[in-house]
T-cell receptor, first 112, second 115 residues
């Protein structure tokens, strides 16, 4: 079956620090990969996506590269801001299954 | 344009009662998904509709859970004889093309508390 494993949190960083949140997956076929973000008091929002191997998704300074050889989709940002404090979810979508599988989320807190 | 909406935003009910949770997807989105999110966990798939029919209901935990989408737009998740373990945030999402890249748009969720 499909599964997503995320780096356990919580993660606490100072403003302008470098961020990496690890994500690895197990899936049949060739899934699309996503990072969703949930800001305090808000719903899940799509942050970025990649649909095939070696694709790089990017948005708001965040990046993640679809690595098929290591079945990974790690999220990175070069310089975090206080406003990036949120819960980040890695997810895969398998077209054959027609549904998404999510990791358990990683809570990021950025301190000024 | 309008996003996915869910009502109510919060629902408190007593053990054993019946509840209905409503989802209004983005207009024109043919695929609709229900997920359940417990504290500290990611969303867990419940059921997926393509149009009016349930394409996959393998995530429904037992026969107390049922969902409908009679006109291919609004969907209702129904829970009978609620139990305390049903307490969670119930998320709805919609997608324009379920066979495509899988990008889903989520509603704000309904927080269900069973006392």
């Amino acid at each position: 079956g499909n599964s997503v494993t995320q780096m356990e949190g919580p993660v606490t960083l100072s403003e302008e620090a470098f961020l990496t949140i690890n994500c690895t997956y197990t899936a049949t076929g060739y899934p699309s990969l996503f990072w969703y973000v949930q800001y305090p008091g808000e719903g899940l929002q799509l942050l970025l996506k990649a649909t095939k191997a070696d694709d790089k998704g990017s948005n708001k300074g965040f990046e993640a590269t679809y690595r098929k050889e290591t079945t990974s989709f790690h999220l990175e940002k070069g310089s975090v801001q206080v406003s990036d404090s949120a819960v980040y979810f890695c997810a895969l979508f398998n077209t054959n299954a027609g549904k998404s599988t999510f990791g358990d989320g990683t809570t990021l807190t950025v301190k000024p | 344009g309008a996003g996915v909406s869910q009502t109510p935003s919060n629902k408190v009910t007593e053990k054993g009662k019946y509840v209905e949770l409503r989802c209004d997807p983005i207009s024109g989105h043919t695929a609709l998904y229900w997920y359940r999110q417990s504290l500290g966990q990611g969303p867990e798939f419940l059921i997926y509709f393509q149009g009016t029919g349930a394409a996959d209901d393998s995530g429904l935990p037992n026969d107390r859970f049922f969902a409908v989408r009679p006109e291919g737009s609004v969907s209702t998740l129904k829970i009978q004889r609620t139990e305390r373990g049903d307490s969670a945030v119930y998320l709805c999402a919609s997608s324009l093309n379920p066979a495509g890249e899988g990008e889903q748009y989520f509603g704000p969720g309904t927080r269900l508390t069973v006392t």
